[in-house]
């Protein structure tokens, strides 16, 4: 495939028509490319974007054959199928690569990988059959039983303390392949955005600090709440781990900060943009769009320098009417230090993201602070 840079007007594919997918393509058509998204979804947020938008399925062969004439391929969820992206790298530039896609994929091949980097993760043992539930188990316990596969968003997960409880766990997720991950003693989350070209060409974003509700992102502080050596470590072990997997493209490594010495765990990968790095498009010399597509175009990646201490908040369909009346944004763009986005999705429903906001401060702490104070001003009444 083609090593020298991609320039514009090129078309540029992505797999999938998500609020990543349109941020995507707003950078893209910003830096001066054309866009095809496939996506099965007429209403895809996306498409609104899109020069061109292939309304099919992800599978199908001819809207396939006619994203592969694109000069290059991304996408915008780590659930495309990686035997599709093999598929497209036989006739265009693709990245992520297939092979990192599915590692992604699969959490016992991914913890094995964070291994294999020299990187630690939570003690875990793989479960793909009832019979590797045995006393040894009990080492991790209390824990999580994930499956391998298909999780995100806290989905897929069940807390374990007893073998009886692992062995009904296992059942109830049907008998799949899982994986059993020890609790840590958790005192935050935070992610790490790598952007790779090659060993040569190689930029990381601050560590953002993560804090979930129900099991979704809400808030991405940034610079993250920790010190300058953990954050510089942070980093440091997202890149070696990319370059382990000899990775192209974006690639959001999320790790777990534990104990008194806040000892840095990974926990796993996403090999896109993530939810945790839109603060990069309002507070950072680059977003990690820009950074996606300058990859895929075969462009080095661009500086990462955060311009100002921010946070980002997730704004979740809960906030809706019933009838699919829409939030009061009225206080939010009042607001002269904050961004709004919103992902044109044509339904809310509890739980789905709609889009997100970006509060701009001189600390870390008050653009929190504002952040939470601001979001409560949606709640649904």
């Not at 078309?11 to 950078?27: H, N, P, S, V």
């Amino acid at each position: 495939m083609q090593n020298t840079p991609i320039l514009p007007p090129a078309m540029l594919g992505i797999l999938g028509g998500g609020q990543l997918g349109r941020m995507f393509a707003i950078a893209a058509k910003t830096m001066g490319y054309k866009v095809t998204v496939l996506d099965p979804d007429p209403d895809a947020p996306a498409a609104e974007f899109a020069d061109r938008h292939l309304c099919a399925a992800f599978d199908d062969k001819t809207a396939l054959n006619e994203l592969a004439k694109c000069a290059a391929v991304t996408t915008e969820f780590e659930n495309a199928s990686a035997d599709t992206m093999r598929f497209l790298t036989r006739y265009t530039n693709v990245s992520p690569s297939g092979n990192c896609v599915a590692i992604a994929q699969n959490r016992i091949q991914e913890k094995s990988w964070i291994q294999k980097a020299g990187l630690q993760t939570a003690p875990y043992q793989p479960v793909c059959k009832a019979e590797d539930i045995t006393e040894a188990s009990a080492e991790f316990l209390p824990g999580l039983l994930k499956t391998a596969t298909l999780g995100y968003d806290g989905k897929g997960q069940i807390r374990v303390k007893t073998l009886d409880e692992l062995k009904a766990a296992f059942a109830e997720h049907g008998g799949v392949d899982c994986v059993l991950e020890k609790m840590v003693d958790l005192r935050g989350e935070i992610s790490v955005l790598v952007c790779r070209l090659n060993s040569h060409n190689v930029q990381t974003y601050d560590p953002a600090e993560n804090i979930h509700e129900n099991g979704i992102l809400a808030y991405s502080i940034v610079p993250a709440r920790l010190s300058a050596d953990i954050q510089q470590q942070a980093r440091e072990m997202a890149q070696r781990l990319a370059d382990e997997l000899d990775y192209v493209g974006v690639l959001a490594v999320e790790m777990f900060v534990v104990g008194d010495t806040h000892e840095l765990v990974v926990n796993e990968i996403a090999p896109r943009p993530h939810n945790s790095g839109h603060h990069t498009i309002d507070a950072c010399a680059a977003s990690q769009f820009q950074q996606q597509v300058r990859i895929m175009c075969r462009l080095p990646p661009a500086g990462t320098r955060l311009l100002s201490a921010c946070c980002m908040a997730n704004i979740l369909g809960d906030v809706w009417g019933e009838d699919g009346t829409e939030p009061d944004w009225l206080p939010l763009q009042s607001d002269t230090a904050l961004l709004l986005h919103l992902y044109g999705k044509k339904a809310a429903r509890t739980g789905r993201k709609m889009g997100h906001f970006t509060t701009l401060a001189t600390d870390a702490a008050t653009a929190f602070e504002k952040a939470q104070t601001l979001h409560a001003t949606l709640k649904r009444v």
